[in-house]
């Protein structure tokens, strides 16, 4: 069974997502901060992480670099799932590495868990 | 003569004070960095330069004047030792080459004694009505080779890095680059252009006060984190140069006392409109830098609100497609229809949501623009399932007409052709009751062409002229439908003209559909690949 952790402060977006990939046959952790979405990812070991970047304290961008500089956790793939939909901080992401940088509201968890799929193939 | 002294000793006494505040300034404000130390160590070494020069240029005896010459040269050396490890460490460290550091200072030790202690580069002194003057010795070349060399070196380090450095991060350079300008110029007009006039060197000591630009340059670049723009200093410089060479022909070059008063009205009259140019250019500036402010905060603006616009829209998307597609239990048969119209309701806003947050980027004149190379016929084909759904339960027919050969990829940004493709497709659904909606692909010389064919409403001439410009929709659209904002066609034209590609639309008149199509060039214009971002100031301004 796939491991996937989603760092996303949204209770109820979390509550939804968590619902949807555990029906489509994941394992799922989540957290809703980025320090312990790191200690989680440690943990865990996850096969991806479905990462927001808009977090309460250290952010997404925070939470991608911690990640890159610990070569424990700096191979595991990442897709960011926001809504903030900034050019600047898009760029950032794909520099640090993350494989797509996607908007929420255009897409159903339906849609998410495919495309999560298509990635961990 | 005598006024040569005394403007000597001006402009000594100037450099000396205002050097000395520049070299503990920088060090005050950040004494742990080590380019602060470095630029402090440059500064004094610079200051001393000058100092030992003057005195050796006014020595009463050609001995004294030897000491002090040698111990300048000396210390020219030492400076550019100081100002090669500078190159390495502003306006940030870059990976040192150890051999060529450890190179040069030795090599440049070397040249430190043998200057000093030696007659081999300061032969002796030649008194002079204005002063004492070098009279060099046979290894003159064995000291301006390794010089120029260094100078060479300072100025590529500088250069190597720009190319990776942070716009702020290049300004700084600039900063320092035009004081190096400023300096080796003054030292052009004095000791050469000077020299060549009057087949003397006494102005050259001008020359070597003009250090004075350069450590200003430097000390502010480091110092401050706001830099003005680059005009605005090279303004000030123009205006500072041209009063430094009035007032040395007001007092140099000119002996009639009237003609001294009539120069220094016209000295006075120049600082004022000097004044005043650099104070409108800098006022030009601030200005632009305001609204630069105020366009970041506005796009900072959008970005959250839409972001927080659109959290409560995901959920709800999200809750309802998953109880739609069962996740939470079967649904009764009339429970399906308003949850459906519920979850096209929300599907409105957040497309209302994402053509307002294109608009407002478009206003500000800038968007980003990422291209990449993708298959146009499996976005399309992806597209059509996609929407197959919305079509069918209209009773509609959706087909797709490829090319008999596969099309070859296509450099576009992807997520912008992806939004023209959906909301075309959409609207040919939305506005066609019977029949439906063909997707053909072809490619037409240099170019991919995707038209979308309906059997709906149609469109009058007059309608289609205005089809593309904002708040705009055909009647069909405000009889049939009242949801549209009339934005997503004025956004699909700018996002397609983006590309360099083409947008429009024929219907041969009401009732008998329409056909929209789109170009795109295969080969994307190498200009619209070099940059990131793309401005549309004109089609802003054509907004509002």
């Known amino acids: 069974m796939k491991k996937i952790l989603i760092v996303e402060d949204e209770k109820i977006l979390a509550e939804m997502y968590r619902d949807k990939f555990i029906e489509a046959g994941f394992e799922v952790s989540a957290t809703f901060e980025a320090k312990e979405g790191l200690k989680l990812a440690k943990k865990e070991k996850p096969d991806l992480i479905v990462l927001d970047i808009l977090l309460p304290r250290e952010n997404g961008v925070y939470f991608l670099t911690e990640l890159r500089n610990d070569l424990e956790i700096s191979s595991i793939p990442v897709v960011v799932f926001s809504n903030f939909d900034d050019p600047e901080t898009k760029r950032t992401a794909l520099r640090l590495g993350v494989k797509d940088y996607l908007i929420k509201t255009n897409y159903t968890p339906k849609e998410i868990v495919a495309k999560i799929k298509n990635y961990l193939k | 003569m005598e006024q040569i002294l005394l403007i000597n000793q001006i402009f000594l006494f100037l450099n000396v004070a205002v050097g000395c505040f520049l070299a503990f300034w920088v060090l005050l404000a950040n004494p742990r960095e080590k380019l602060n130390r470095i630029f402090f160590i440059v500064t004094i070494l610079m200051v001393l330069m000058v100092v030992f020069a003057s005195l050796g240029f006014s020595s009463n005896e050609p001995q004294q004047a030897s000491i002090w010459y040698r111990l300048n040269g000396g210390v020219v050396v030492l400076f550019f030792i100081a100002a090669y490890f500078f190159s390495i460490y502003f306006p940030k460290k870059i990976a040192e080459n150890r051999l060529l550091t450890k190179l040069v200072v030795i090599l440049c030790s070397l040249l430190f004694l043998i200057s000093v202690f030696s007659n081999l580069i300061i032969s002796g002194i030649a008194e002079k009505e204005w002063g004492m003057e070098i009279i060099f010795g046979k290894g003159k070349l064995f000291y301006y080779i390794p010089i120029i060399i260094l100078t060479l070196l300072i100025i590529y ?106 120069k220094g009205v016209i000295f006075v009259i120049f600082l004022y409109f000097g004044y005043l140019l650099i104070k409108s250019v800098l006022l030009e500036i601030q200005r632009r830098q305001e609204i630069e402010k105020i366009d970041k905060a506005k796009s900072e603006f959008i970005s959250i609100a839409s972001h927080q616009l659109r959290t409560p829209l995901t959920a709800v998307k999200g809750y309802i497609s998953m109880i739609l597609e069962g996740t939470y239990g079967q ?53 059509i399932e996609e929407l197959r759904i919305n079509a069918e339960k209209k009773g509609l027919y959706m087909k797709m007409v490829k090319s008999l050969k596969p099309l070859p990829k296509i450099m576009v940004d992807q997520d912008k052709l992806r939004q023209v493709i959906l909301n075309i497709i959409d609207n040919a659904i939305k506005y066609t009751n019977k029949g439906g909606i063909t997707i053909e692909l072809k490619k037409i010389d240099g170019e991919e062409e995707i038209k979308v064919s309906d059997t709906g409403e149609g469109m009058t001439k007059k309608e289609i002229e205005s089809l593309f410009q904002m708040f705009s929709r055909a009647t069909a659209g405000t009889q049939l439908h009242t949801e549209g904002a009339g934005l997503g066609l004025y956004v699909a034209r700018q996002f397609i003209e983006m590309h360099g590609g083409k947008i429009w639309a024929e219907s041969p008149g009401k009732s008998k559909g329409s056909t929209f199509y789109i170009q795109l060039s295969i080969h994307l214009d190498p200009e619209l690949l070099k940059t990131k971002t793309k401005t549309i100031t004109k089609t802003a301004n054509d907004i509002f």
């Open chain 2, 157 to 262: 380090n500088l250069f190597k890095k720009y190319f990776v450095l942070t716009k702020e991060e290049r300004l700084k350079v600039q900063y320092v680059l035009m004081g190096i300008f400023v300096f080796a110029l003054a030292n052009f007009i004095f000791n050469v252009g000077f020299t060549f006039l009057i087949g003397s060197v006494q102005f050259q000591h001008f020359g070597d006060y003009s250090v004075i630009f350069f450590l200003g340059f430097t000390a502010y670049a480091i110092v401050k984190r706001e830099l003005f723009g680059i005009k605005v200093v090279l303004t000030a410089l123009l205006v500072g140069l041209i009063a430094i060479l009035l007032l040395l022909d007001i007092f140099v070059f000119t002996s009639q006392g009237w003609l001294q008063g009539l």
């Open chain 2, 331 to 383: 649904l009764a048969e009339k429970q399906v229809r308003p949850l459906e119209n519920v979850y096209q309701s929300n599907e409105r806003l957040i497309k209302l949501v994402n053509d307002l947050l294109n608009l407002s980027r478009l206003d500000a004149g800038k968007i980003e623009f990422s291209p990449e190379l993708i298959s146009l016929e499996e976005m399309v084909s992806d597209l």
